[in-house]
């Protein structure tokens, strides 16, 4: 019997490879969106701590230089806030966009797979349909040798 051949074996292949790298570009997406929201904490764990030490600054009646001082870093802090939010914004965009060409990936490998399946099944189907008819042949065979005697040929597949 011959043995099941599916012809678009390199094309699966290259797709479950091309999923592969999909897969490995959405890990390093999400490993920045993690890295640039837990930037983003930070910078808003600072803000609030600088608000606390000014309300305390505040309540100890400070000078007027160190109000400005005080002012000029709120405003640094809340400009770099601001800045690793949009990049948070932009890796979050980038991972969902990484996801989507992973789920492309997995739908057109998906695709294949499920047409070698059908091939498989079909392949089975016949090579069971051949297989019983030899059976069927050899059967009806058997009883017309057996009636011939002893002297005659051996049947032949």
């Known amino acids: 019997m011959k043995a099941f051949h599916?012809?678009?074996?390199?094309?699966?292949?290259?797709?479950?490879?091309?999923?592969?790298?999909?897969r490995r570009v959405y890990a390093r997406a999400l490993l920045a969106l993690g890295q640039a929201s837990g930037r983003l904490a930070g910078a808003e764990a600072e803000i609030e701590a600088h608000h606390q030490r000014r309300r305390?600054?505040?309540?100890?009646?400070?000078?007027?230089?160190?109000?400005?001082?005080?002012?000029l870093y709120g405003a640094a802090l809340e400009d770099r806030r601001t800045q690793l939010a949009r990049e948070a914004a932009r890796a979050?965009?980038?991972?969902?966009?990484?996801?989507?060409?992973?789920?492309?990936a997995g739908r057109q490998r998906e695709t294949l797979e499920r047409l070698r399946e059908r091939q498989r099944r079909a392949h089975d189907y016949q090579a069971a349909r051949a297989e019983q008819k030899l059976l069927d042949d050899l059967s009806q065979r058997v009883p017309a040798l057996a009636a011939a005697g002893p002297e005659a040929p051996s049947p032949t597949l």
């Not at 390199?10 to 790298?21: G, P, S, Y």
């Not at 980038?94 to 992973?102: G, I």
């Open 92 to 104: 979050k965009q980038q991972a969902e966009e990484c996801r989507q060409k992973l789920l492309l």
């Open 6 to 22: 599916f012809r678009l074996q390199v094309v699966l292949t290259l797709r479950e490879e091309v999923e592969q790298a999909a």
């Open 56 to 71: 305390a600054r505040l309540a100890a009646g400070p000078r007027a230089e160190e109000l400005e001082q005080n002012r």
